[in-house]
């Protein structure tokens, strides 16, 4: 019931599964009969509905006679919930079935009800490769399409992100399957404030796989009861995050090296590394983020930190700075969040491909000012959470040909002991390669 109403609340109401489900777990606990084991299993009926839609419909539909979009959105949620028990979890079938068509009872009637464990017993005569191999068109004849059924993405997104990553079949494989898994939680040892050996001393970590502050957490860790984290001097962040505000802050810089600027700085995790990494040289850190809110949680993510540094409610296309005031700036810029999708389970079914010509401006301008906000000599990282050559590359070199005055430097060695980052001068971190976001950066020198 529990993971039904979060499925409805992200259909209906376009919530996200990730902020719906902990108040409707806290609830259920409260009202006793509800345990740790409960919760893990609602979570992952969830998250694994979410993810396995595309995989699932393609399912639901080939065993019923009328087209999807002509079933009712809480009767698909129920048959989706029910085709993951039956296909993504080891639930016994009779459970599933039954717990299914049991929950239609409840909120669907009596007529719907028999129509779900109609269709649910049909599902449960297969197992999930035969069913894929049952309704996904061959790769041969249509590989993109067979990758989206198979793996679960919308098509266009199969598309972008292997226009991106380039090469053969196994690596887009690779990549689709890595946005299926639950990403592992990650912490940053903010430096100067506390250390990966006091984090390492108080939780169950794993060492981070590339930057010198992270760590990984162990299955089951409650970052939020560590004392470091409650207090800022450590944080929650994927170590791609962490990697672009490190090679940033280490780029090589002749003169000053004084004033540094993030330009999209809400909710703070790059602003929270790169003001303890200022800290630590002498230098201040301004953080600017458009939206009040968000520039309040960024305050929050910076409070307690040693060095100087301000935060501003600030829209970085008309900045309040004045030109060639910074000697490093980053511009994290809005996004499509297609190198996020291991998060939000529910984001590749909400993006449109027109999204990205919502980004395209906004993100053009933002590179732009952040070309002029930067002394000549000095360094901007531009940076996406999404590896779609619109937002990375394509942005990149046309703001480079339009305002000029910048070279685009290698980024790689600022990413040291990374492996596969490409034939540069920019990098792309993935999920399947780097166990990271796959996040986008590309460094440029201002020239004049
Ligand atoms: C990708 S997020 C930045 C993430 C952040 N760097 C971090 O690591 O926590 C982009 C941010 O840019 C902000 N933003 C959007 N338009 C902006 C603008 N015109 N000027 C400044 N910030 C803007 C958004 O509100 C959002 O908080």
Redesign the pocket.
């Known amino acids: 019931m529990l993971a039904f109403e979060a499925l409805r609340a992200v259909d209906e109401r376009d919530a996200y599964a990730n902020l719906v489900l902990p108040p409707l777990l806290k609830k259920a606990r409260e009202k006793g009969d509800f345990d740790g084991r409960d919760a893990a299993l609602a979570t992952e009926l969830v998250y694994g509905t979410l993810r396995r839609q595309g995989t699932y419909d393609a399912i639901i539909s080939a065993c019923i006679d009328r087209p999807l979009r002509e079933v009712d959105p809480p009767v698909l949620d129920v048959l989706a919930l029910g085709a993951h028990q039956l296909l993504g979890t080891r639930i016994p079938t009779h459970a599933a079935v039954s717990a299914s068509v049991e929950l239609a009872r409840v909120v669907l009637g009596d007529g719907r009800a028999k129509f779900v464990n109609a269709v649910l017993r049909k599902i449960s005569q297969q197992d999930l490769d035969a069913w894929v191999a049952q309704v996904a068109p061959p790769y041969d004849k249509d590989a993109e399409d067979h990758l989206a059924v198979v793996h679960s993405h919308p098509r266009w997104v199969v598309s972008a992100l292997w226009d991106a990553l380039g090469g053969g079949r196994a690596g887009i494989e690779d990549l689709l399957e890595a946005d299926n898994e639950r990403p592992e939680v990650t912490l940053v040892a903010r430096p100067g404030r506390s250390t990966t050996e006091e984090l390492a001393a108080v939780t169950e970590t794993l060492p981070g796989r590339w930057s010198p502050y992270a760590l990984r957490m162990a299955e089951g860790g409650e970052p939020g009861a560590i004392e470091a984290v409650k207090d800022g001097r450590a944080g929650v ?1 994927d170590e791609g ?1 962490q990697l ?2 490190l090679a940033l802050a280490n780029a090589t810089l002749e003169g000053s090296d004084a004033r540094w600027l ?12 790169l003001a303890a990494l200022a800290s630590e040289r002498g230098a201040a850190l301004l953080a ?4 009040p809110h ?1 520039a309040r ?2 305050e929050r ?1 910076l409070a307690g930190n040693p060095g100087p540094y301000q935060v501003i409610a ?6 309040p700075w004045r030109p060639g005031s910074f000697d490093r700036v ?1 511009m ?4 499509s ?1 297609l190198g996020a999708l291991r998060r939000r389970p529910e984001a590749r079914w909400r993006r449109r491909p027109e999204d990205l010509d919502g980004f395209a401006p ?1 993100q053009r ?2 590179l732009t000012e952040a070309l002029s906000a930067v002394r000549v000599g000095g360094i901007v990282g531009y ?3 999404s590896p779609h050559l619109a937002e990375t590359r394509v942005v990149v070199d046309d703001v480079l040909k339009k305002v000029g005055g910048a070279d685009l430097i290698d980024a790689r060695p600022f990413m040291p002991g990374v492996p596969a980052l490409g034939d540069g001068p920019d990098v792309q971190l993935w999920p399947h390669l780097h166990g990271t976001d796959a996040m986008y950066l590309a460094l440029l020198r201002r020239t004049a």
């Not at 330009?263 to 995790?269: F, K, Q, S």
């Not at 600017?288 to 939206?291: A, C, G, L, N, R």
């Not at 600030?314 to 900045?319: E, L, Y």
């Open positions: 962040q995050s672009v505000a993030d330009g999209c700085a809400g909710p703070g995790g790059k602003a929270a590394l600017s983020e458009k939206q968000r949680l960024v993510a600030a829209d970085g296309t008309r900045p980053l994290d810029v809005p996004c969040g906004l301008a933002l940076a996406t959470c």
